[in-house]
């Protein structure tokens, strides 16, 4: 069965601070992971990684693969409150019909 | 037995028109979503429906709607398409929100 697994589950921080985000996955015939944001409704899409090493770079936001030892990470530098929010990842698997598995997320608060 | 099904396979039209892809799914699940893939091949969320109630993602256009006949369907309506819709569309399923999710085959849709 497929798993992604995600840490820390929540994580309190302060404005200015950086924060790591981690995802380690288990999938079988991997093909992409998604980063994605939720803060109330449907989730945002951040990354979508395929290649390792590759860094993927948004404003304050970034991301890396690394597909030998199946994790990945998501980085956020000074952050602000608006960065509050639960932060997916999510893995496409599959040879024929694909799946996609997420994580149970990281609950990100950032306090002024 | 396909499990989440697409049609068409693809879909070939002129700027300004509309049309519609219908997504069926015989899972039994209760929340369906709609994908919409670019060409760099970047997997979005458009939508996700759960039960009865959509959750819109605020980033599409409002050219787009969703419809959602019962739990088993879940169709996109595409109103005064435009060349920047060109993608490949896919259509999943998941037992609930958060759960893996089952993708259809794709719609791939050109607008010329």
């Known amino acids: 069965e497929d798993k992604v697994v995600q840490s820390p589950l929540s994580l309190v921080v302060h404005e200015g601070d950086t924060v790591t985000l981690n995802c380690s996955y288990e999938?079988?015939?991997?093909?992409?992971l998604l980063w994605y944001k939720q803060e109330k409704k449907a989730p945002t899409f951040l990354f979508m990684l395929?290649?390792?090493?590759i860094e993927k770079k948004s404003g304050r936001l970034s991301s890396i693969l690394d597909k030998k030892e199946l994790f990945s990470i998501l980085n956020i530098t000074a952050t602000q409150t608006g960065d509050s929010a639960i932060y997916l990842c999510a893995v496409i698997s599959g040879a024929g019909s694909y799946q996609l598995t997420f994580g149970k997320g990281t609950k990100l608060s950032v306090i002024p | 037995d396909t499990a989440v099904s697409q049609t068409p396979k693809y879909l070939v039209t002129q700027m300004g028109n509309d049309k519609s892809i219908k997504c069926e799914q015989n899972?039994?699940?209760?929340?369906m979503y709609w994908y919409k893939q670019d060409s760099k091949k970047f997997l979005k969320i458009m939508f996700s429906y759960n039960n009865k109630e959509l959750i819109i993602n605020e980033t599409v256009p409002n050219r787009f709607s969703p419809k959602s006949p019962d739990k088993a369907h879940l169709n996109l309506h595409i109103n005064s398409l435009e060349l920047g819709d060109s993608a490949v569309y896919f259509c999943?399923?998941?037992?609930?929100?958060?759960?893996?999710?089952?993708f259809g085959p794709g719609t791939r849709l050109l607008v010329l």
């Open positions: 999938v079988t015939n991997f093909r992409s």
């Open positions: 395929t290649s390792s090493g």
């Open positions: 999943a399923s998941s037992l609930a929100l958060r759960e893996t999710q089952y």
């Open positions: 899972l039994g699940h209760d929340t």
